[in-house]
């Protein structure tokens, strides 16, 4: 009898422990696969990760680096280098692509406080230094070949172009959501408008190792979700206010209201997309690893590889008929450290078509269109296989220290230049370009080329692309760029009105000395004013020096060159 009941209390127990395992797997593939759910629920599951906290797409070590560097002490140092390749341009390219910058520096983000030794290498012997320095509301650059003293501007802002991507990456601690918020956005957006897509515009896809969901709509489905989407914005006042405190952060000066709502559907409505449009999700183990989206034959992907220690982004732009590619790579190495590795790699490629840019040529010279040529000759210099490509590596090595020593920018170290009147500062701009431009013809004869061959004006395609395309007009890029340099430096959200009245100075000596680069037009608060010395004399009568004022400028699309100040007091 006891052997009897022995042996149906073993049975029992085998059966729950089989309907424990059962219940175990059921579970875990519930909880941990996506054998339950369908590719539509798939979908949703993975794009959401984009944006959470936990599990989302910016790991969690990644996400902590970037907010102690924003706290925290360090030093860092890292180059920048090119690796470029333009058809006929060979020999003007050897000394851009043994041309980079190094540099080294340390920050002090609860002071303020930044500073920068940057380097200009043109060869092993031919090089210029400069320093960099920003302490709290001031600015300033040094170069032993101006002097000792910072020449800088004190407005408030950081200039040294970092400010956007690092509130960019920072995006998620600058506006957060409450829970009833973030319920809210899900109901009004996801529930409403995303969520009533038919299931069957959803489909599982896999390449290599991933598995991906997919989105296909067509052209017009697509333009009916966006049109939904912001149509059901413009009555969400709450969102509408985040998306302009994020474009604030981000230096946008663009207020995102209903009648730019409105001016974005009638954009949308009046977009012609003949492909379908693919939005595609891959996950690697549970979690989002990378983002497609297909539009118009055109591919846009985002990656992400690695772990919290170690972690690679990449995004990059493939053309439909794949001769353009466009790609930006980020990896971060020792994230959980004090010594932190940043690796960027940017490039781009596409087909060049046209002659070289002729790189004598100033400003107000024009390429005449050439002769068709249909000899063998011709059809030889210009082939579809051309293809040029620039390439730009970037390394950041950053080491947390307990405390850094940056000197503050005086009086004493530095000239102001909003503190000056405007006489100083147009005599001081003078001299710097005078000395520069003195600098540069020395250089360049050391490395045994013109003045007007610096490799500088190589490294960016736009000096390549100018003209080349359809033969319009060729600029010089350095040319351009002095141009530019002289009323640049009055650009600012915060000019005080002594120095506005240096810039219109600074405009009327231009145009009566320059020739035909001249500054066309000035708009003061909404007034057009064409720019003639009886105008610059009444502009001037209305500027109050002890007033602030907005500085932009405005550039030919064509040329570069700056042709219209536009200036708007605070």
């Known amino acids: 009898m006891n052997q009897k009941k022995n042996k149906g209390l073993l049975i029992t127990i085998i059966i729950l422990l089989v309907l424990l395992i059962i219940v175990g797997t059921i579970a875990g593939l519930y909880f941990f696969t996506d054998i339950f759910i369908n590719n539509k629920q798939a979908f949703f599951k993975y794009t959401s990760q984009v944006i959470q906290s936990e599990n989302g797409f910016i790991e969690n070590g990644l996400e902590q680096y970037l907010q102690k560097k924003k706290n925290t002490n360090y030093e860092n140092s890292g180059d920048i280098s090119f690796e470029i390749s333009v058809p006929g341009l060979e020999q003007e390219l050897e000394l851009a692509n043994n041309f980079n910058i190094t540099y080294s520096g340390k920050t002090d983000p609860s002071n303020s406080k930044t500073e920068r030794e940057i380097t200009l290498n043109y060869s092993d012997d031919v090089n210029f230094p400069l320093t960099y320095r920003q302490t709290n509301d001031i600015m300033g650059v040094q170069t032993k070949y101006i002097g000792s003293?910072?020449?800088?501007?004190?407005?408030?802002?950081?200039?040294?172009?970092?400010?956007?991507i690092t509130n960019f990456m920072n995006m998620q601690q600058s506006v957060e959501f409450s829970d009833e918020e973030i319920q809210n956005l899900k109901t009004t957006y996801f529930d409403n408008i995303l969520n009533s897509l038919a299931d069957n515009k959803f489909s599982k896809v896999a390449e290599g190792d991933l598995t991906g969901y997919k989105l296909t709509l067509t052209g017009e489905e697509f333009k009916n979700v966006l049109v939904q989407i912001l149509e059901t914005l413009k009555s969400d006042a709450n969102t509408i206010n985040k998306i302009n405190v994020i474009a604030e952060d981000l230096g946008s000066s663009t207020e995102f209201d209903t009648d730019l709502i409105d001016d974005m559907i009638e954009s949308i409505n009046s977009l012609e997309i003949t492909d379908n449009i693919e939005l595609t999700v891959y996950e690697n183990s549970r979690k989002l690893s990378r983002i497609d989206i297909k539009i118009q034959g055109?591919?846009?992907?985002?990656?992400?590889?690695?772990?919290?220690?170690?972690?690679?982004?990449?995004?990059?732009?493939?053309?439909?008929?794949?001769?353009?590619?466009?790609?930006?790579?980020?990896?971060?190495?020792?994230?959980?450290?004090?010594?932190?590795?940043?690796?960027?790699?940017?490039?781009?490629?596409?087909?060049?078509?046209?002659?070289?840019?002729?790189?004598?040529?100033?400003?107000?010279?024009?390429?005449?269109?050439?002769?068709?040529?249909?000899?063998?000759?011709s059809s030889n210099d210009n082939t579809e296989n051309d293809t040029m490509s620039y390439k730009y590596l970037i390394t950041n090595n950053v080491q947390f220290k307990d405390s850094v020593e940056i000197e503050d920018l005086t009086d004493e170290n530095s000239a102001i230049l909003n503190e000056e009147d405007s006489e100083y500062v147009t005599n001081l701009m003078n001299a710097i370009q005078e000395r520069l431009t003195e600098v540069n013809r020395t250089q360049m004869e050391e490395l045994g080329v013109s003045e007007s061959e610096n490799p500088i004006q190589y490294l960016l395609p736009s000096f390549i692309m100018t003209g080349t395309q359809n033969n319009t007009a060729q600029i010089d890029e350095t040319a351009v760029n002095s141009f530019n340099q002289k009323f640049e430096l009055y650009e600012s959200t915060n000019t005080k009105g002594a120095t506005v009245?240096?810039?219109?100075?600074?405009?009327?000596?231009?145009?009566?000395?320059?020739?035909?680069?001249?500054?066309?037009e000035i708009n003061v608060d909404g007034e057009e004013y064409e720019v003639t010395e009886q105008n610059i004399t009444l502009i001037k009568s209305n500027i109050n020096v002890d007033d602030a004022?907005?500085?932009?400028?405005?550039k030919?699309?064509?040329?570069?060159?700056?042709?219209?100040?536009?200036?708007?007091?605070?």
């Open 149 to 164: 003293s910072f020449v800088a501007i004190k407005n408030g802002e950081d200039v040294s172009g970092l400010e956007g």
């Open 298 to 377: 055109n591919t846009i992907s985002i990656n992400k590889e690695g772990n919290e220690q170690e972690i690679t982004y990449t995004a990059g732009i493939k053309s439909a008929d794949e001769t353009a590619n466009i790609s930006v790579s980020a990896k971060y190495a020792g994230l959980n450290t004090e010594n932190v590795s940043e690796n960027y790699e940017i490039s781009l490629e596409g087909p060049y078509e046209g002659n070289t840019v002729s790189n004598t040529s100033s400003i107000e010279e024009i390429t005449e269109e050439p002769e068709n040529d249909s000899s063998e000759e």
């Open 501 to 520: 009245k240096g810039l219109l100075t600074t405009i009327q000596n231009n145009n009566e000395t320059e020739g035909n680069n001249k500054i066309e």
């Open 549 to 554: 004022y907005r500085v932009e400028f405005e």
């Open 556 to 570: 030919d699309i064509d040329t570069g060159l700056i042709y219209r100040a536009v200036i708007n007091k605070r």
